[in-house]
């Protein structure tokens, strides 16, 4: 077959462009991605072979070879795995299917230094070979497959893809080093990088040099060693091999279970947040191994979804070797694995969380929406996660506090614990449902993640004080003790007979716009608000469920009058004498309600003509 031009998906020209004009930001970072792909080539294969022995034909032992050519000025990472058909070399390097690729190509544009450390996180760690070679081959035959292929590339648009006869197994990655770039081609060079970044790759990386072939890394699982034997230094850079990620872990978790189970796990959790940890699919990304030979990383059975946040390995020795992703669906034994990696890692974060220099706000402010979904999902778990989550509340400015310390701060009468949600933290504050709690000095906790909607209602109560929403149901706060200032400083109400007679003309004129209207116990500086009926929806998450096509539209809420508030007191007298010429001004109360909560309008058209009309008599 001849030689065949293709051009690059579009995000890849652009990620390519990036990649090639950040040459000055750590460069040798192109030899870790490079050697990482190589292994995991190798232990795909490796998972592969236990059901089809004939794949291993011809080759030794798995390996990943570093070899030079000085006078070519070429460096050639190989590998004998599972190596790519001519279609996945298209899909593989021509392609990415990813959406992380715009999330990668977002976060560099926002970096000033252009730092693309973190290439490998977003799956698209082959492309910073281009950050020290101006022409990429790679020379690959896959694992059963009678043909080989060779791609080439010099990054500028497009590649070319033609048949090689005599390629090997597995994948050869020749980078022919720009100008300036000689220094890794030195033997001394490659070794202090495979030494800094890969040397907890658990097959040889081997270097050959006149001749001879020499292992540079320790090439020995890092999981299976004593703690007492790995540095801080190694424990980092295995973090950056398996979460593909730059920062430091925030926290790191190895040990071995012994007993009726055994198992060894090398768990960190990251300082910063991983770009898919919101994605639907909500996947782990914990390695699974058996006796260490790879198995999956994708055992959605390994741990829960909301400890998505970790990266790492286990490695079971009770598993069956040839265990397949079906079986482990319903494993007993991945069951149990399950349960003491969730309690070991819930332990680890409520000892960092009371340490003095456990810098618990980092781990928080990037994972805390997660970890709260096991609230939700984790029935036997969740006093232990209730009690290490953190809230911002209306009484502190960025102070986190849990709901111990909230329980500690209650107010004399005060039989609930109160929580508001929304979407931001500043309108939140300025919410007129939290007028009275305020008065009366309640503090009410400021809940702005999107499962904050749903665990108060999951969990009821914590240590018997009820949740209870400040925007949904009545608010009698008779029982909370005031200080004495707050009850001299209430304003005079309108009287009852006023008062009953703007509801009644509010009632007629809003007709099924809204549920029931009142007076308000919550309101102290806002005319109106609208809340949620007992046991309705509210009113937040039926924003959040319209916005993601579900719902049924809105439902009618009630509407709550302010008797203290000047314009209410106006509009109560004007009601004794004649309801029925308030409609205008009840419907502009409605929308003024509305607006505070985020919402249009009602009838915009209606809104701007009875505003204006409102306007003109004014003046």
Known sequence: M??????????????????????????EIFLRELISNASDACDKLRYQALTDA??????????????????KRTLSIIDNGIGMSRAELVENLG?????????????????????????????????SAFMVADQVEVVTKKAGEEHGWIWRSDGKGEFTIAEAPDAKRGAEIRLHLRDGEDEFLDPYRLRNIVKTYSDHIALPVTLEEDGK???????????????SEITPEQYQ????????????????????????????????????????????????????????????????????????????????????????????QHNPILAKIRSGLVKKVLAEIKRKSEAEDGDFATFWESFGAVLKEGLYEDFERRTDILDLCRFRTTTGGDELVSLATYLGRMKEGQDAVYYITGDNLDRLKQSPQLEGFAAKGIEVLLLTDPIDEFWPTAIGTYQDKKLRSVAQGAADLSA??????????????????????????????????????????????SPVCLVADEGDMGIHLERLLRQHQQGQ???????????????????????????????????????QARIMEGETPSDPQAFARRLSAALEKGL
């Open 213 to 227: 072939e020499e292992t540079i890394n320790s090439a020995s699982a890092l999981w299976t060693r004593s703690k």
């Open 553 to 591: 539209g809105e439902a009618p809420r009630i509407l709550e009058l302010n008797p203290r508030h000047a314009l209410i007191r106006s509009l109560a007298e004007k009601a004794k004498a004649d309801g029925a010429a308030l409609s205008d001004q009840v419907w502009l109360l409605f929308d």
């Open 95 to 127: 392609t990415i299917a990813k959406s992380g690729t715009a999330a990668f190509i977002d976060s560099v544009k926002k970096d000033a230094k252009g730092d693309v450390s973190q290439i490998g996180q977003f799956g698209v760690g082959f492309y």
């Open 480 to 525: 909370v003790k005031s200080d004495e200032k707050a009850e001299d400083d209430k304003k005079p109400a309108a009287d009852a007979a006023g008062l009953d007679a703007l509801i009644a003309a509010a009632k007629l004129a809003l007709g099924e716009a809204v549920k029931d209207v009142r007076g308000s116990d919550r309101l102290t500086e």
């Open 2 to 27: 001849a030689e065949e031009k293709l051009s690059f998906q579009a995000e890849v020209a652009k990620l390519l462009d990036i990649v090639v004009h950040s040459l000055y930001s750590n460069k």
């Open 237 to 328: 850079e295995f973090y950056h091999h398996v979460a593909h990620a730059f920062d430091e872990p925030w926290a790191t978790l190895h040990y071995k279970a012994e007993g009726a189970i055994e198992y060894t796990s090398l768990l960190f959790i990251p300082k910063s947040k991983p770009f898919d940890l919101f994605n639907p699919e909500r996947k782990q990304h914990v390695k699974l191994y058996v006796n260490r030979v790879f198995i999956t990383d994708d055992a959605a059975e390994l741990l829960p979804p909301y400890m998505r946040f970790l990266r790492g390995v286990v490695d079971s020795h009770d598993l069956p070797l040839n265990v397949s992703r079906e079986m482990l």
């Open 54 to 71: 004939s794949l291993l034909q011809g080759e030794g032992e798995f390996k990943i070879r570093l070899v030079t050519d000085k006078e």
